[in-house]
């Protein structure tokens, strides 16, 4: 079934994501030619109220590598009429009559549902707000681990950082819970470990889950570590503090040595020292290759959902 919005992990099924990782790597043969022009007669309008680099570019990328025309603007609390006081629900009901589908990333949680409500075109939902959920972006982790590894079911998967505020690491869990045998690790410090709605969807679904604060404690027996940003504003510490937490958390080369040769790290991006550019080169280390496969998601998402 294809759904018309593209708004919560929770929406989709596994022959849904079985279909479209089918569809993403046919679109990475189309994009290593260059693109297709099979959607040279659709527009999609980019709709940022938060910052972005990857998301809005890739995309952007996506649209153009399918042929297709672009709208954009990548402040829109300040670039579009929101400065002068109108509704999200009015720009869309405006900008659904003008293109055949709209890219949303909103400051507020449930931002992208509120316009998929009335908007006359599929929205897809490039993050909104802190803690909510960034559905893309999960689809695009979850195909990089299939392409890395073979397979999610049976995989040790440690979702590491800020796991409070991090819509990634949510729309990821959500994901992962669709899938047999999986086990995940949350390691995070203890004011940023994952919300209480998550573990109940987990529970819900008898996926195995532990809490954990030592990134050092686990990393031996995962398949996956999945690192995010642990920023200090949100732990509330001194410099020195923060310093001293992030020590059970850094990815080194040290750490890498603890490791298992055939697990790898992903990073959503954009980082901040949680992963040393020392590892950079390590075959293991896969987040260049995750922002890549963004690409071929997105335009698989496209695709589906212009089709209607
Ligand atoms: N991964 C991700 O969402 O990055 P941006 O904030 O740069 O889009």
Known sequence: MKPKHIIESQQFNVPFITELFASAQRMEKTAAKGGTQDYNNKIMASLFYEPSTRTRFSFETAMHRLGGRILSTENAQEFSSAIRGESLEDTIKVISHFVDAIVLRHNEIGGAKRAAEVSSVPVINAGDGKGGQHPTQALTDLFTIYKEIKTIEGLNIALV?????????????????????????????????????ICKHLEENEIWFTKENDLRKIIGEVDVVYQTRIEKENL??????????????????KMMQKLKQSAIVMHPLPR?????????????????????????????????????
Do not use: C, W
């Open 161 to 197: 950082g800020d796991l409070a505020q991090g819509r990634t690491v949510r729309s990821l869990a959500y994901l992962l819970s669709k899938y047999e045998r999986v086990k995940i690790f949350f390691v995070a410090p203890e004011k940023l470990q994952i919300h209480e709605d």
């Open 236 to 253: 509330k510490v001194t410099e020195s503090e923060y310093e001293k937490i992030m020590e059970s958390f850094y990815i080194d080369s």
């Open 272 to 308: 901040l020292k949680e992963i040393s550019p020392e590892v950079d080169t390590d075959k293991r280390s896969a987040y260049f290759r995750q922002a890549q496969n963004s690409i071929y998601i997105r335009m698989a998402l496209l695709a589906s959902v212009m089709e209607g």
